[in-house]
């Protein structure tokens, strides 16, 4: 066995006996793991170097309590927590996640995955990741503003523009990041603007950055096709999930003239041949705050599923953008079967790794997470950009900086594909050049 190999896998071996009870970033460490063996042969430096094993370490990991009252009077205790993975590119940057599943596994596999994709963009952040097990649905505005200020009341003393900078992930967008980023201004009496992101635009927020993740998944998916002659006009997708990642996806399909027909939340999912009407889906999930079943009983010729699997639903292309391992083998051999081409994942690890598998062995075009929704972040490297000079600069710029990114990014990954040996295998190509970024910043700091 090549020596690459042989370290691979013992790397591996020290993953899993340090991670007990983490599958979910074990399997993210793992899936990188399978992709990094022809970079060491390439650069045995790295493997003198032990940089996987350093990499696989947060550099610090914070757990905390988060005490808040509820509008009945009743003490609510949640935890929250922050992993400051990998800062040798620059400072922690990712988002917090506000659901009740988050545990230290889940918030762990979001900073590794985070580490290669911010590297990939080419904007100078570390990676990092953060949240909380508190659920914000059904609880007032009041109930969410206290928690976050609880929150953000430990939390503030390990942030800083130039320390770590989170941003919205699952449960956390505007409202709460207005709440965050006023108790950290209370706190530090310090208007610090490039401390979080994705703030509102008439307070240091950035144009494009709530579109970003979306969209930038778009713009991927359009390069990839591109590549093999096509696109995504006149084609028909099926997205999943109904927040941040799945509405501007579908805005940007429907504007290079493809058709969403599904949206969904985790008590069902949506189908409307016609396209789905975007301005509906935002009263009802934004300013409602309510579920998507509700969109189906108001728009004509739209039907809900409950509790079904929107990947039952024939496209062409598909875009998870709920939730990690939410597509699985047997949604996989139902979409090939159903004749998608192009999957791109929008959220982080939807798809599992067996399904990921059989999707590249038929051939159809796989984007992984880190490469396809790397567009969030590299926003929000442009709205701290725009902080430090005090700068605002306008939708279509910043859009155009987004698709340059994106373009980047994409050839990248495509690039590092054809130079380890599989031309088109966005998985082996993201990883490896995402990988080969942070592994020359690591070397050439020291063993730090
Ligand atoms: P939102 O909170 O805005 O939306 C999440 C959506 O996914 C909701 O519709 C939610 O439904 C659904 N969902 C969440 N968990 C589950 C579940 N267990 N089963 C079924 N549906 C579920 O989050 P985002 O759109 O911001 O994030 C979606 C994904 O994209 C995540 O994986 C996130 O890490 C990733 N991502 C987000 C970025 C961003 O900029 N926001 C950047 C890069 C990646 P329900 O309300 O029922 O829970």
Redesign the pocket.
Known sequence: MPKSQTHVNEIAEIALARNPGEPEFLQAVYEVLESVAPVLDEHPEFLDARLLERLIEPERQIMFRVPWVDDANTVRVNRGFRVQFNSALGPYKG?L?F?S?VNLSIVKF?GFEQIFKNSLTGQAIGGGKGGSDFDP?GRSDGEVMRFCQSFMTELFRHLGEHTDVP?????V?GREIGYLFGQYRRLTNRHESGVLTGKGTGWGGAEVRNE??GYGAVFFAERMLARTGSSVAGRTAIVS??????TFVIEKLRQLGATAITV????GYVVDEAGIDLELLRQIKEVERGRVSEYAERRPGARFVAKGNVWEVPADLAFP????N?LLLADAQRLIANGVSLVAE???M?VVPDAVHLFQEAGVLFAP?KAA?AG??AASSLEMSQNAARQSWTFGDSEERLRAIMCHVHDSAYEASERYGKPGDYVLGANSAGFVGVAEAMLAQGVV
């Open positions: 988002g996640r659901h599943s979001l649905h941003a919205g992930d699952i449960g967008g970003a993740t999930g109904s927040g941040n990642v799945a969904s939340d985790s008590s953008c709920a939730t990690q939410e929008g959220a982080n939807p997470g929704n969030g972040v």
